[in-house]
């Protein structure tokens, strides 16, 4: 099986999950499995722009999508919830009403202009989880430079390890399974040296990774205008968006306490709220999540999939999120996800 034949597959499985979960959430079946709530998280919410190639689609939905997202979740009974209240919500006695807390990674541009009036129809906090090097433009979006670079060319050079090779890349299989291996090799090896690599290539082939950055993150006066808001909020997501656990302890704590001055900076608060990069298990554990204890902050949020319960209170730096999938943009699904049933089905695999 071919791999866009695989990832068809395992599309196509998820979303059959999905379904049937939404359909015993109606018919009132295994409600206990929502737990306390859920928290989601989100990254762009911008038109959609239709292009053959697009490995980034699962990062983001557009503003029709969320705004209807967030009337099914209310049709659903949730309460919408600041993410700094789910810590005082788990110690508190268990209602009856599901929380829901909105989280958005990176610090968008688009978050500002289209996310802002959708949560603000809706009377619906939510949190923006800040990068200082990309909001200070010291850092670049090694993803959002691959996929530009990848879709202007049709032929590539680079050096995995094992001496430098040229690579076809002339049709959309071609260019995903390229982003693939780069992705492999990048998660793999030194993350700053294959980011450096990466941005290197680009500008041989005339694209500036940092004016993607430009183009793309809000800068810190744009974040004051958007926390405006007493809706919104800023959370911290570290200096340079590596993989945590891939650093020494001693980095680990640099990057989260610098880029919690940073927000406090910006703020005039200290902030609260943590996000892991890529927050996948590969990307964080338990240590790190000590780390974050340890460095103050009162609730830390990971991307493995999974609802809040009642035992979430003594994980509060490694909660799980759902994931608003620019892949699955319906509202069944999201119900179905919030339902928590998939991990009850998925638990008892294990």
Same mark, same amino acid.
């Given at each position: 099986?071919?791999?866009?034949?695989?990832?068809?597959?395992?599309?196509?499985?998820?979303?059959?999950?999905?379904?049937?979960?939404?359909?015993?959430?109606?018919?009132?079946?295994?409600?206990?499995?929502?737990?306390?709530?859920?928290?989601?998280?989100?990254?762009?919410?911008?038109?959609?722009?239709?292009?053959?190639?697009?490995?980034?689609?699962?990062?983001?939905?557009?503003?029709?999508?969320?705004?209807?997202?967030?009337?099914?979740?209310?049709?659903?009974?949730?309460? /919408?919830?600041?993410?700094?209240?789910?810590?005082?919500?788990?110690?508190?006695?268990?209602?009856?009403?599901? /929380?829901?807390?909105?989280?958005?990674?990176?610090?968008?541009?688009?978050?500002?202009?289209?996310?802002?009036?959708? /949560?603000?129809?809706?009377?619906?906090?939510?949190? !923006?989880?800040?990068?200082?090097?990309?909001?200070?433009?010291?850092?670049?979006?090694?993803?959002?430079?691959?996929?530009?670079?990848?879709?202007?060319?049709?032929?590539?050079?680079?050096?995995?390890?094992?001496?430098?090779?040229?690579?076809?890349?002339?049709?959309?299989?071609?260019?995903?399974?390229? /982003?693939?291996?780069?992705?492999?090799?990048?998660?793999?090896?030194?993350?700053?040296?294959?980011?450096?690599?990466?941005?290197?290539?680009?500008?041989?082939?005339? !694209?500036?990774?940092?004016?993607?950055?430009?183009?793309?993150?809000?800068?810190?006066?744009?974040?004051?205008?958007?926390?405006?808001?007493?809706?919104?909020?800023?959370?911290?997501?570290? !200096?340079?968006?590596?993989?945590?656990?891939?650093?020494?302890?001693?980095?680990?704590?640099?990057?989260?306490?610098?880029?919690?001055?940073?927000?406090?900076?910006?703020?005039?608060?200290?902030?609260?709220?943590?996000?892991?990069?890529?927050?996948?298990?590969?990307?964080?554990?338990?240590?790190?999540?000590?780390?974050?204890?340890?460095?103050?902050?009162?609730?830390?949020?990971?991307?493995?999939?999974?609802?809040?319960?009642?035992?979430?209170?003594?994980?509060?730096?490694?909660?799980?999120?759902?994931?608003?999938?620019?892949?699955?943009?319906?509202?069944?699904?999201?119900?179905?996800?919030?339902?928590?049933?998939?991990?009850?089905?998925?638990?008892?695999?294990?």
């Amino acid at each position: 099986m071919t791999g866009s034949a695989k990832k068809l597959a395992r599309r196509i499985a998820i979303t059959g999950g999905l379904e049937a979960a939404n359909l015993l959430r109606a018919a009132g079946v295994m409600r206990g499995a929502r737990g306390r709530g859920a928290i989601f998280t989100l990254h762009h919410v911008r038109p959609q722009e239709v292009t053959a190639f697009a490995p980034n689609a699962h990062l983001e939905i557009t503003p029709e999508f969320l705004d209807l997202v967030l009337d099914r979740l209310k049709r659903d009974g949730y309460r /919408f919830v600041a993410l700094d209240e789910v810590p005082a919500l788990l110690s508190q006695s268990a209602s009856s009403q599901p /929380f829901a807390a909105f989280t958005l990674d990176d610090g968008y541009r688009n978050n500002l202009v289209y996310a802002l009036p959708i /949560f603000e129809r809706h009377d619906a906090p939510f949190t !923006i989880f800040v990068a200082k090097g990309l909001s200070e433009r010291t850092h670049t979006i090694w993803w959002e430079t691959l996929a530009a670079l990848l879709r202007k060319e049709e032929r590539l050079g680079f050096d995995f390890g094992n001496g430098h090779e040229i690579l076809d890349i002339a049709t959309v299989a071609l260019k995903e399974h390229a /982003f693939a291996r780069f992705a492999s090799h990048l998660h793999r090896h030194d993350e700053s040296a294959v980011v450096a690599a990466i941005d290197a290539m680009a500008r041989m082939h005339e !694209i500036d990774p940092h004016e993607i950055v430009d183009d793309l993150v809000m800068t810190p006066p744009e974040l004051n205008l958007l926390e405006a808001s007493p809706l919104a909020s800023l959370g911290a997501h570290t !200096i340079s968006h590596r993989a945590m656990s891939r650093l020494s302890d001693q980095e680990v704590r640099d990057e989260m306490e610098t880029s919690r001055d940073y927000v406090a900076a910006i703020a005039g608060a200290r902030p609260g709220c943590f996000a892991y990069p890529y927050g996948t298990r590969q990307a964080v554990t338990q240590r790190q999540a000590a780390i974050a204890r340890e460095v103050g902050f009162d609730i830390a949020v990971t991307t493995q999939p999974g609802v809040v319960t009642p035992r979430s209170i003594g994980h509060i730096t490694h909660l799980p999120r759902l994931s608003v999938n620019g892949l699955y943009q319906n509202v069944r699904h999201v119900s179905g996800l919030a339902s928590g049933i998939p991990f009850r089905f998925a638990s008892s695999k294990v």
